[in-house]
């Protein structure tokens, strides 16, 4: 089992930042890759960022590429997502997940932070 741990959300007006947090604990070995997804009121969840843990390699969602960044902090077992240039659209709950290993999916979920961009 993988605990996790997301803080950082808040309310932000357009065109700032925030950077959330993800604290990961247990059976932490086992981490293969870690996320962040966001779900909107009424919308599915989405991937937003990934990172491979000890590679480093990345992906992003188009909508947030150039304006997100994921980095993690191997002595501190945590991932973190800078987001910067919020948009209202960007309003969500974010969370965190793990992917055990190089296949399959993510098992392994936060229990999510609100974010809120205002217009």
Same mark, same amino acid.
């Given at each position: 089992?993988?605990?996790?741990?997301?803080?950082?959300?808040?309310?932000?007006?357009?065109?700032?930042?925030?950077?959330? &947090?993800?604290?990961?604990?247990?059976?932490?070995?086992?981490?293969?890759?870690?996320? !962040?997804?966001?779900?909107?009121?009424?919308?599915?969840?989405?991937?937003?960022?990934?990172?491979? !843990?000890?590679?480093?390699?990345?992906?992003?969602?188009?909508? +947030?590429?150039?304006?997100?960044?994921?980095?993690?902090?191997?002595?501190?077992?945590?991932?973190?997502?800078?987001?910067?240039?919020?948009?209202?659209?960007?309003?969500? +709950?974010?969370?965190?997940? +793990?992917?055990?290993?190089?296949?399959?999916?993510?098992?392994? !979920?936060?229990?999510?932070?609100?974010?809120?961009? &205002?217009?």
């Amino acid at each position: 089992q993988v605990q996790l741990v997301e803080s950082g959300g808040g309310l932000v007006q357009a065109g700032g930042s925030l950077r959330l &947090s993800c604290a990961a604990s247990g059976r932490t070995f086992s981490i293969y890759r870690m996320g !962040w997804f966001r779900q909107a009121p009424g919308k599915e969840r989405e991937s937003v960022a990934e990172i491979t !843990w000890w590679s480093s390699e990345t992906s992003y969602a188009d909508s +947030v590429k150039g304006r997100f960044s994921i980095f993690r902090d191997n002595t501190k077992m945590t991932v973190y997502l800078q987001m910067n240039s919020l948009k209202p659209e960007d309003t969500a +709950v974010y969370y965190c997940a +793990v992917r055990p290993g190089g296949t399959g999916g993510f098992d392994y !979920w936060g229990r999510g932070t609100q974010v809120t961009v &205002s217009s």
